[in-house]
């Protein structure tokens, strides 16, 4: 908790200890005990706010008006509030009469509740009443109108061992543990659940259950395995290894369950499921659902190349790892990502890997995602630079949009005027830009084409600076500009990933083997070319000092040196340039990234899922632009309560930091509500808020 303090809790109480000394202790339900241990923390300076808040699962506002109470009210001060008398019920019989008339015409229960004035629980309630049954999920519980259940939390509720259904998943007997939520007040890191709404739309558990087969029979479903990498990545642990650095029984109240999953347990599912081999599938089942979603984000793609370096003990093949500045062993995958960068798709590039060799994958990719009628701009940096591959994209139905490489000379400074263009989140842009036709000279076979494009070049006024753009779309040259220039997105998109979700990491160490038919270059073939060389360099300087009549000696000493140069050259010749792997290493191996491509999908979802928070908490946070993501990963780490009242599961956040960053969160509650999305599993319909918000 702090350098001086530590808390220890379980079933039967908690204990404070500073310096290694026990300073206080309270009985399981002791709520008093344990509010005054915190607030005696923070007065004798052993901790600070937000420690004392971390360590006792409530936010800094909870123990500082603990602290207020404690000096104003004593002890009596930490005596929790009394429930006042519940008010008159509103579901008198002849309301519960006009409710029950309204559902059987057909009327909706957001219908009802608007109709008679009453909330939809008490709706659910008064139909519950008339059928005479409860329903499914329900908890019984003194609950008012308002939604609100009468009922104390329990807090850091520990939920119930499941020992007996994992028996019986030993015994074949049981496919999946059913989720059941632990209700509880302050349980830490329940604002993770925050993701579930906006991971439901990118379709994560619904395409992994469509590609893969269930386990016969286990403890942990595939849902349950797949919720365990997501929550793990929110709270900043996107590695299997990760888990061992979380409490179980934390995670475990985030997917319905008694604790998570062990590291093994999750390394050797996910390596049955690699063994299945449709990491691939997953992928595109994934595109295919974030492409109809999105249709607007879907008229640009962005393509790039990110490199993985190896640290395995295998020799792998070498690729340049740009940020490092070298080349070494090392996977390089190819990433695809729509207008906003939001990542679309992934795949492992074969070795040698280029972005100018991917680009027909990544054509073929496309078109079938956007189907054939569309014409989408495929966009990328000069990693990708051929007139040639340009011209095959442009016959496919394609438009590209690229950087120009080695322009052939600056654009005189009258070409340009400046172009101002607004993008989808209403900022205004401005650039100097020119606009002009140009044709790129290609080689096809022996004959030499021109592929015919437009070149935009953009001014940087203060420097003078100028980056050319070369492209097939006809639109306006500011838009040509700004879907260029927004290349960052994705280049964001690969920083994030990198220092949040685990990017670089390898996930598995496994190895196939490398294609031993594929072309590499003979390494003989150098210095057999640089023997030879070197012969006829010293031939030509030993020849520039002799004589023009030469002695017969001399002479038959220069027609061996000249036979011998012509047998050196005839020997290089001789080498081939390049030849199969296979005879230079029989053993060649590669990465085996499908355990990879999984972990990489789960990590692309999560991504995109935060994303969505993001754009959605934009309106109610100035700072959006700068901390969104920080806020929403505050948000998610924070200790939230868990309640079902009727058939939702409330999550109310704890206070955060800041009123201001409450209050931005509360508003984002607001719009998930809208969506009545449920709890994966269940049909607890997810119900956000955030305390005194």
């Avoid at 993770?192 to 994560?204: D, E, H, K, M, S």
């Avoid at 496994?510 to 270059?521: C, K, M, N």
Wanted: glycine share 8%.
């Amino acid at each position: 908790m702090s350098d001086a303090a530590d808390l220890v809790e379980n079933d039967e109480g908690g204990a404070v200890f500073v310096w290694g000394m026990a300073v206080s202790c309270w009985d399981t339900g002791d709520i008093v005990g344990r509010r005054l241990a915190a607030v005696q923390l923070v007065t004798t300076g052993a901790a600070t706010q937000i420690e004392a808040g971390a360590g006792f699962g409530a936010g800094e506002a909870t123990v500082q008006r603990w602290v207020a109470a404690w000096r104003r009210d004593g002890i009596d001060g930490l005596v929790p509030a009394k429930k006042g008398p519940r008010r008159p019920s509103k579901l008198t019989p002849e309301m519960v009469a006009g409710i029950k008339r309204l559902r059987a015409g057909g009327a909706s229960m957001d219908a009802i509740a608007a109709a008679t004035g009453v909330s939809r629980n008490s709706v659910w309630r008064a139909l519950g009443e008339a059928a005479g049954a409860a329903a499914p999920e329900a908890v019984p519980s003194a609950s008012d109108d308002t939604g609100r259940d009468a009922r104390e939390l329990t807090p850091l509720a520990r939920p119930a061992p499941r020992d007996e259904e994992r028996q019986a998943a030993r015994r074949g007997e049981l496919a999946e543990a059913p989720p059941v939520i632990c209700e509880g007040a302050s349980l830490p890191m329940a604002g993770a659940l925050l993701i579930l709404p906006t991971l439901a739309a990118t379709g994560l558990v619904a395409c992994a259950e469509e590609v893969y087969d269930k386990a016969k029979s286990a403890f942990y479903g595939l849902r349950s395995l797949v919720l365990a990498m997501v929550f793990a990545a929110l709270v900043g642990e996107a590695r299997a290894e990760g888990l061992t650095r979380l409490d179980p029984v934390d995670v475990g109240r985030l997917l319905g369950l008694d604790r998570a999953p062990e590291v093994k347990t999750l390394r050797r599912r996910l390596e049955r499921l690699a063994g299945a081999g449709r990491a691939d599938q997953l992928m595109a089942a994934l595109a295919r659902r974030h492409v109809a979603a999105h249709p607007e984000a879907s008229g640009v793609f962005y393509v790039d190349g990110h490199v993985r370096a190896y640290h395995g003990g295998a020799e792998l093949p070498k690729a340049h790892v740009t940020r490092m500045r070298l080349s070494m062993p090392a996977a390089v995958d190819t990433w695809v990502a729509d207008a906003f960068g939001d990542g679309v798709l992934c795949w492992t590039a074969p070795p040698p890997a280029s972005l100018v060799g991917e680009l027909a994958r990544v054509a073929t990719t496309i078109r079938d995602l956007v189907g054939p009628d569309r014409r989408p701009t495929i966009a990328f940096d000069r990693g990708g630079w051929s007139p040639k591959a340009f011209a095959e994209l442009g016959a496919a139905g394609f438009d590209i949009l690229t950087y120009r490489k080695q322009p052939l000379a600056a654009e005189p400074r009258s070409a340009f005027s400046e172009h101002t263009h607004k993008d989808e989140a209403g900022r205004v842009h401005h650039y100097w830009l020119a606009d002009r036709r140009v044709r790129l000279a290609y080689k096809d076979g022996a004959r030499r084409r021109f592929f015919a494009c437009r070149q935009v070049t953009r001014l940087d006024p203060d420097t003078s600076h100028q980056t050319h753009v070369v492209t097939t779309r006809t639109d306006a040259v500011a838009v040509v500009a700004h879907a260029m220039f927004s290349r960052w997105r994705q280049e964001n998109f690969f920083r994030y990933l990198r220092a949040h979700y685990g990017l670089d990491a390898l996930d598995s160490y496994a190895t196939v083997a490398d294609d031993l038919e594929r072309s590499v270059p003979n390494p003989a073939k150098r210095p057999a070319s640089a023997r030879a060389g070197e012969a006829r360099r010293r031939l030509a300087e030993i020849e520039d000092d002799l004589p023009e009549r030469l002695p017969a000696e001399l002479a038959a000493a220069h027609t061996e040196a000249v036979a011998h140069v012509e047998s050196l050259n005839a020997a290089a010749r001789g080498v081939p340039a390049r030849v199969p792997l296979g005879e230079l290493h029989p053993d060649a191996v590669v990465h085996h990234g499908e355990r990879k491509r999984i972990h990489d999908a789960v990590r692309m979802a999560t991504y995109n899922a935060e994303t969505a928070l993001a754009r959605l908490l934009a309106p109610h946070y100035p700072r959006a632009d700068d901390e969104a993501r920080s806020l929403l990963r505050e948000a998610m780490r924070s200790p939230a309560d868990l309640q079902i009242v009727g058939n939702e599961l409330h999550v109310r956040i704890n206070p955060l930091s800041a009123p201001r960053r409450s209050r931005a969160v509360a508003a984002l509650c607001e719009d998930l509500n809208s969506n009545d999305s449920a709890y994966p599993g269940t049909e607890l319909v997810l119900r956000y808020s955030v305390k005194d918000a």
